[in-house]
């Protein structure tokens, strides 16, 4: 069965440091990964996402992530954070035919002045 | 291009009544799907429609039921409400079914049952 895992909770860091956001997963067979953002009283904004070819994924606001299959993972990193930046992050697995996600249950980032 | 909308943006019911929440996807989507988003239970999906066919539910009791209507745009009820119902319902839209297309999702309703 598909699943994912996000072992970080909540993370906090300074204005302009950088970031990763962890995110393993379980799959049988090549997965369709995603990464969103959901800032408070919002619905979810797509990141970025992965579905093949090149493991190195560029998203929106400088965002990106990177796809191991050798450790079942896909992180989300950006290089500088912004104040902008703070919100919970969810990672998704999603299958061929189906637009059904199976989210995990997400890190909140808070971003220190 | 408007986004997702979703109506009543918040809803207060006792246990016990029904609820319809209606989504009425971006324009020339076909495809919606609805998420269950509570603390407890993070984000769980519910249903998803493609022309006006429910291709794949989640593993949610019979008392969660929807519709997709010919112009695309859903409705999801929820009878003999429990206190845990209470949540974040969301509503997603894509062009068409399958993970290649990009899902938008909207602002959703927030459920409360007292």
């Known amino acids: 069965a598909q699943s994912v895992t996000q072992p970080d909770i909540h993370i906090t860091v300074s204005e302009g440091a950088s970031l990763e956001l962890r995110c393993n997963y379980s799959?049988?067979?090549?997965?369709?990964l995603f990464w969103y953002v959901q800032s408070p009283g919002q619905g979810l904004q797509l990141l970025l996402k992965?579905?093949?070819?090149?493991?190195l994924v560029q998203g929106i606001k400088g965002f990106e992530a990177e796809f191991k299959r050798s450790q079942s993972s896909f992180n989300l990193r950006k290089p500088s954070v912004h104040w902008s930046d703070a919100a919970e992050y969810f990672c998704?697995?999603?299958?061929?035919?189906?637009?059904?996600?199976?989210f995990g249950t997400g890190t909140r980032l808070q971003v220190f002045p | 291009k408007a986004g997702v909308t979703q109506t009543p943006r918040y809803l207060i019911k006792t246990r016990g009544q029904q609820v319809t929440l209606s989504c009425s996807p971006i324009?020339?989507?076909?495809?919606v799907s609805w998420y269950q988003q509570t603390p407890g239970q993070g984000l769980q999906f519910l249903f998803e429609?493609?022309?006006?066919?429910?291709?794949n539910k989640g593993n949610f009791p019979g008392r969660f039921s929807g519709r997709q209507f010919s112009n695309s745009r859903s409705e999801m009820n929820v009878s003999t409400l429990e206190l845990g119902d209470s949540a974040l319902y969301l509503c997603?839209?894509?062009?068409?079914?399958?993970?290649?297309?990009?899902?938008?999702f909207g602002p959703g309703t927030r459920l409360l049952v007292l």
């Open positions: 998704a697995v999603g299958a061929r035919n189906t637009d059904k996600l199976i």
């Open positions: 324009s020339g989507h076909r495809s």
């Open positions: 992965y579905f093949s070819g090149d493991t």
């Open positions: 799959y049988g067979a090549t997965p369709y």
């Open positions: 997603a839209s894509s062009l068409a079914s399958g993970p290649q297309e990009t899902q938008y």
């Open positions: 429609y493609f022309s006006e066919t429910q291709r």
